[in-house]
């Protein structure tokens, strides 16, 4: 059957075909929904795991039990799984097993800009990089069956615009792969340093194997077109160059990419005069054909940071793009992202960013929106999990040198449980006065709203056991732990000033969903029936044009060009109340169709 999918789908698709027995992850864009489609197949055990590292260990574990597994994960996700994925390449598999690294060229919605098959080469692993969906589906099958075949987990390596992107594809049926029978092989897989000096040397022979399986890969090919000029591109890279080059040029296109086909690189050269390298980030590819000895036109003619779509690529080779329409980019609104209207963290920002002499140590979510005007919440972001222990380090900086400032650190609910307790317990356990607030908006809110240790429901809604934010914290030695509404002002305000107050750790834990998440009988049950049905309007004849409605950052609230009075889109707002709470005039009520 042909049908249109994206990269992501095809790759749930390719796990479905291949027999994959059991899948983990943790979310992050552009790979959250692999999992989410891989879980709609019910032959595969499908989790959403507390971070990466985990998700990982969880897949290596079911490949040493028997069973084909896929671990998937953003590109700054495989950081946090590095300390598994060097091991496991040194162990081998039983079961095949693949790890999916979606990288971001252009950092839509990432903190930086690494490129992963840097990975590949230094856990000595092979790799493959689809340019489409269907490449996707049939790749991944083939690294399943690589994975048994030369005893070793498989880089999967993508990027935004293939996750993202859709292109027709073939399905087939999925394979029969039975469960392997459990043997036990304390020389293979128990990695101390006895046993796993004789695997590094088995790691040796696999990856020299594997340079004649690249010449040999269906996936890397020379396509001959006219005139002498050559192109050498992999991943998506390789559309955009057909796009910009078309027929006139001749491809060496590389599916399998770690370790890379020597022999048929020379054959390409004998074809082409002017070679063009065109890959996103780093210079993977452009460094071993130099290593090689070849000449070849790459970085920096090519740009070195950003997406190469067929606009920068005519830009960087030919001076010019194509023609556009002409207009007065002056004239173009900017409009940077912020906070929903209704989200739970406004009123807690609105608060901390009043607070003098404070240092806010932010983390990764959506709540890093923070940072910016008219809350301006936040001092810096270093990674995920990391705004307890990093913001226990300046607060014991800042002690230590006589300084009054208190640093507060924020993260969320899917924060937490991924690496915040961790820092948590760094905090607690150094006697820091680090005040930590969790926001727990009952959700992953800033990847589509996945579920987490947190929720009480696992990747298909099933109930499970939720886990506690609250006693987690109070397990682990915190005496100073409140738990509070944060569309209350007041009650945020009290529990900053508490927190201030005191020379020793607190934990602040806002608790109220986001307003985009699913709603279930337990959020109504805990927030109210009337969650979210409310709406306010503003009484023109109280409203003085302050202006304080506006600086909670609402995009529901706005200035009415004529009339010159505050007035707040009835579409957009869902009753969070925080500009009725900050009105000096009380001039914000409720809309009486909705009281």
């Known amino acids: ?54 998700a990982l260990e969880a897949a290596a574990g079911a490949s040493i039990g028997g069973a084909r597994a896929l671990a998937c994960m ?9 300390d598994p994925l060097f091991t496991f390449s040194y162990t081998g598999v039983r079961g095949g097993m693949v790890l999916v690294s979606a990288d971001e060229p252009g950092m839509h919605s990432s903190q930086n800009e690494q490129d992963n098959r840097w990975y590949a080469i230094s856990a000595k692993l092979p790799m493959f990089e689809p340019s489409d969906s269907q490449e996707c589906i049939d790749m991944l099958q083939e690294a399943f069956d690589m994975s048994e075949t030369y005893d070793t987990p498989v880089l999967f390596r993508i990027t935004t615009r293939i996750a993202h992107s859709k292109s027709i594809v073939e399905t087939s049926e999925r394979k029969d792969v039975p469960i392997k029978d459990y043997v036990k092989e304390v020389h293979k897989y128990v990695a101390v340093p006895a046993l796993a000096a004789k695997r590094r040397i088995v790691v040796e022979k696999r990856m020299n194997d594997l340079k004649e399986y690249s010449e040999k890969s269906a996936f890397n090919r020379i396509e001959k077109g006219a005139g002498r000029i050559g192109v050498i591109v992999s991943g998506m890279c390789y559309n955009y160059a057909k796009e910009v080059f078309g027929d006139d040029a001749t491809y060496l296109k590389l599916g399998f990419t770690n370790p890379l086909p020597g022999n048929m690189l020379a054959e390409f050269y004998k074809l082409v005069d002017t070679v063009y390298i065109i890959e996103e980030n780093d210079p993977y590819i452009q460094q071993w054909v130099e290593r090689l000895g070849y000449k070849c036109i790459g970085k920096p003619v090519i740009p070195p940071f950003g997406e190469m779509t067929p606009d920068v690529l005519r830009m960087a080779i030919h ?26 963290h406004r009123g807690f920002f609105y608060e901390l960013s009043k607070k003098k002499d404070t240092i806010i140590a932010g983390d990764i979510g959506c709540y890093t929106l923070g940072f910016a005007e008219p809350f301006n919440g936040m001092d810096y972001v270093v990674c995920m999990g990391a705004a307890f222990s990093s913001g226990h380090g300046t607060q014991k900086a800042l002690t230590a040198a006589g300084k009054s400032t208190r640093v507060v650190g924020v993260m969320g609910d899917s924060t937490f449980f991924h690496m915040g307790i961790n820092g948590l317990i760094e905090v607690l356990y150094n006697n820091s006065k680090t005040i930590c607030c969790i926001l727990d908006n009952r959700t992953t809110g800033m990847t589509g709203h996945q579920e987490h240790p947190g929720t009480g429901l696992d990747i298909n809604r099933n109930p499970v056991h939720e886990i506690s934010i609250e006693e987690t914290a109070r397990a682990l030695g915190a005496k100073n732990v409140a738990v509070i509404d944060p569309n209350n002002i007041k009650e945020v305000r009290a529990a900053l000033n508490e927190a201030y107050a005191k020379d020793e750790p607190s934990v602040i834990i806002t608790r109220w969903p986001c307003v985009l ?11 109210g029936q009337d969650l979210f049905r409310k709406k306010y309007t503003v009484d023109e004849s109280l409203c003085i ?11 529901a609230i706005s200035i009415h060009p004529e009339r010159n009075k505050s007035t707040i889109d009835p579409a957009q707002c869902v009753g969070c109340s925080v500009c009725a709470q900050v009105c000096p005039k009380n001039a914000i009520v409720r809309a009486e169709e909705n009281r």
Not at 545 to 555: D, L, S, W
């Open 517 to 527: 998440k699913h709603m279930n009988d337990n959020d109504y049950e805990e927030f």
């Open 1 to 54: 059957m042909k049908i249109l999918m994206t990269g992501d789908e095809a790759i749930a698709r390719g796990a479905f075909e291949a027999g994959v027995a059991f899948a983990s992850a943790y979310p992050g864009t552009p790979s959250t929904e692999i999992l989410e489609n891989v879980a709609n197949y019910k032959e595969i055990v499908s989790e959403w795991a507390p971070n990466e590292k985990v």
């Open 545 to 555: 044009t302050c202006k304080a409605c506006i600086r909670v950052g609402c995009p």
């Open 319 to 344: 001076g010019k793009g194509l023609d556009v329409v002409d207009y007065d980019a002056s004239l173009v609104v900017p409009r940077p992202p912020v906070l929903c209207a209704g989200c739970p």
């Open 74 to 82: 953003k590109h700054v996700g495989v950081n946090v799984a590095a």
